[in-house]
């Protein structure tokens, strides 16, 4: 049985810890509030891309874009993983690497190639550990990150698939819904799926320069805005995880400090009891 003191320097430990877990709760919560309001703002102009492109959609086959360029059978995609960059966020980064070796293994059955781009520290060091190869690796993700990022993504994937250098873009990260479901899931980026439900080019409605070059120049923006939902979704969807499993954290420490205080005082009634019957069986010795 321990003695009471190192009961005692378990329980300072404890304690220590949680007031750490309790201090990276408050901040997680301060953060994934900051990151939801974004992702929330960001909802207006993302729907109004989209309801735009799905106005001009019917014009698809008249416009000469390689961002509309479809393989009905692709040799090669891009792979985009997002994780992050520190851990202590529950399964927020495991259930990413699951699902990213689910559909590398079906592409691989498939008999079609990729290029695997990660986003994170904890990606990095899970696909080196695994010894899969990497094509280019980023750690300029955080919760300050923004359009200058979603851009820098946007761009370089569009270069590789006008070239004709992949077939297809899918970005494999967490998805924010609410801030009580947020979920692993793989998303098409490239090529451009094309809105369901679009109508037809309003006859009534001048359009300047014309409907052909609007869609034009609306593709890119199409790629720009979802890189942009993409990174402010999973960044907030960590700090949530984050702020999940520090919360867990801390109630599980809550709930050791009092078994350890219940043992110290348990241990320190029974070194109490005995001496005091040591005290006593001395004193009958002495009659």
Do not use: W
Not at 17 to 46: C, D, G, L, Q, Y
Not at 263 to 283: L, P
């Amino acid at each position: 049985m321990a003695s009471p003191r190192e009961i005692k320097k378990r329980i300072v430990s404890v304690t220590n810890t949680k007031k750490i877990t309790r201090t990276m709760e408050m901040v997680a919560t301060a953060k994934s509030k900051k990151m939801s309001n974004r992702v929330n703002a960001s909802k207006p102009f993302s729907d109004k891309i989209k309801e735009l492109v799905g106005s001009l959609s019917s014009l698809a086959s008249k416009v000469e874009s390689p961002l509309l360029r479809r393989e009905d059978n692709p040799k090669k995609l891009a792979v985009l993983v997002v994780t992050a960059n520190r851990g202590l966020c529950g399964g927020y980064n495991s259930n990413i690497f699951r699902m990213t070796r689910t559909f590398l293994a079906e592409l691989k059955a498939k008999g079609i190639a990729y290029d695997l781009y990660i986003i994170g520290k904890k990606g990095i060091s899970f696909f080196k550990f695994s010894k899969v190869p990497v094509t280019q690796s980023f750690v300029n993700i955080d919760d300050n990150s923004g359009y200058k990022e979603a851009e820098f993504f946007a761009n370089l994937f569009m270069d590789e698939f006008s070239t004709k250098k992949i077939d297809g873009l899918e970005v494999i990260s967490t998805v924010y819904h609410s801030s009580a479901d947020q979920r692993a899931e793989i998303t098409r980026i490239l090529p451009i799926e094309p809105p369901t439900g679009t109508k037809e080019v309003n006859d009534s409605v001048i359009y300047e320069p014309s409907p052909e070059a609007i869609l034009n120049s609306l593709l890119p923006l199409v790629i720009k805005t979802a890189m942009y939902k993409m990174i402010l979704e999973a960044v907030c969807s960590e700090q949530i995880a984050r702020r999940i499993a520090m919360k867990s954290a801390t109630d599980a420490a809550t709930d050791m400090i009092k078994i350890l205080v219940r043992g110290y005082n348990r241990v320190r009634q029974s070194k109490i009891t005995q001496e005091i019957s040591e005290i006593v069986a001395g004193a009958d010795s002495l009659k």
